[in-house]
């Protein structure tokens, strides 16, 4: 069974920055994707990296300012995030998104049901 585990958050005032990590350990994965929620707020994919060929997906409020980034060795995928707002306040959550499929639909305001995410990090940013 995979397990996804995330860390790295923290509360951090605008224009800092922050590096999330997600430990998969049990099983492959195609790609993972980075989702957030925030209270009241749909959920929104924020990035993906396909495991095979370290392709990446950004979505437009983010793109420019995170970096996604994976170290197969170690099964951990990355997110550097920089220049924060405070409308990137939100729980984190890595999830098991096979050909970016989930980040690029919830990006984009659609639903989508991931099969595999851990338990989320909070990220909180200060105005």
């Known amino acids: 069974q995979l397990r996804l585990v995330e860390s790295g958050g923290d509360l951090v005032q605008t224009g800092g920055s922050l590096r999330l990590s997600c430990a998969a350990s049990g099983a492959d994965y195609d790609a993972i994707g980075w989702f957030r929620q925030a209270p009241g707020k749909e959920r929104e994919g924020v990035s993906c990296i396909v495991s095979s060929d370290g392709s990446t997906y950004y979505a437009d409020s983010v793109k420019g300012r995170f970096s996604i980034s994976r170290d197969n060795a170690k099964n951990t995928v990355y997110l550097q995030m920089n220049s924060l707002k405070p409308e990137d306040t939100a729980v984190y959550y890595c999830?098991?998104?096979?050909?970016?499929?989930?980040?690029?639909?919830?990006?984009?305001?659609?639903?989508?049901?991931?099969?595999?995410w851990g338990q989320g990090t909070q990220v909180t940013v200060s105005s």
């Open positions: 999830a098991t998104d096979p050909a970016c499929a989930g980040t690029i639909v919830t990006a984009a305001g659609g639903e989508y049901e991931y099969k595999f």
